[in-house]
Each structure stands twice: as structure tokens, then as C-alpha cells.
């Protein structure tokens, strides 16, 4: 048995705010969390909406309450963190190449919120129509 001691680095809870970088990935993490609550929220919804009317728009009035309309409104601030977030790092973790020369970075970012775009205005046409 060695009878040296190992090295233990001392890293307090707030280790994360000292350098942006790993301030902006904690961001981006913990914003994954408010996502899947937001989707438990609606997932609720869907299941109250299979209930009947009468309990869907119980669940839809308990969510125009102002507390919830704020939580509505924070988690689409941190969606669209989320998502910009994502998509400039989109290049780095898709390595797209035609022939032998690489798809230029701009071009899949640009791609990605031409798709946003797209897919946000055929949803917005199926709510309107």
C-alpha cells in the first residue's frame, strides 16, 4: 500500500462561473431541464384533453393563471437559447463534406434555421387554418 497522498483538486460549487465557457454549457444544460418539464406540463394537457372537454379546459384555465403564463413565457426564452445555442454548435458535431471539400460551417447553421423557419410557419398555417 503507497502511503503518498493523491492530489485532490479543490473545486468549489461555483466553478462554473469563473470562466464563460463553462458558464454558457451549464446554461445550455440546465435549460434542457425546463424543456422536459414543459413537456411534462403539455404531456399533462394532452392527457386531461383525453379526459373531455370539461377536465381540458380545466387544465386550460389553471393555465392562464399568471404564474403559468410566466412559466410559459421563461421556457420559451430558454428554448430559443437552447435551440441557438445548439445550432452553432451544429458544424462542430456534423462534419458534412461533398466530394472532397467540407460544407462551410455558415452554410449548416443557415440551413438549420431556414428548417426552424419552415417547420415554425407550417405550424403556424395548421393553427390559423
Do not use: C
Not at 437559447?81 to 445548439?86: I, N
Amino acid at each position: 500500500m503507497s502511503k503518498r497522498k493523491p492530489y485532490v483538486r479543490k473545486m468549489g460549487a461555483t466553478w462554473w462561473l469563473k470562466n464563460t465557457f463553462h458558464t454558457k454549457y451549464i446554461i445550455r444544460e440546465g435549460s434542457s431541464l425546463v424543456i422536459a418539464i414543459y413537456s411534462l406540463v403539455l404531456l399533462f394537457g394532452l392527457f386531461r384533453l383525453s379526459q373531455g372537454a370539461e377536465a381540458f379546459n380545466g387544465w386550460l384555465e389553471v393555465m392562464s393563471h399568471p404564474a403559468w403564463l410566466l412559466f410559459h413565457l421563461l421556457s420559451l426564452v430558454w428554448t430559443l437559447y437552447h435551440s441557438v445555442t445548439w445550432f452553432n454548435l451544429a458544424p462542430k458535431a456534423a462534419n458534412l463534406w461533398i466530394g472532397q471539400k467540407r460544407i462551410p460551417d455558415n452554410w449548416i447553421v443557415t440551413g438549420m434555421y431556414a428548417a426552424l423557419a419552415l417547420i415554425s410557419l407550417a405550424g403556424l398555417v395548421l393553427v390559423l387554418i
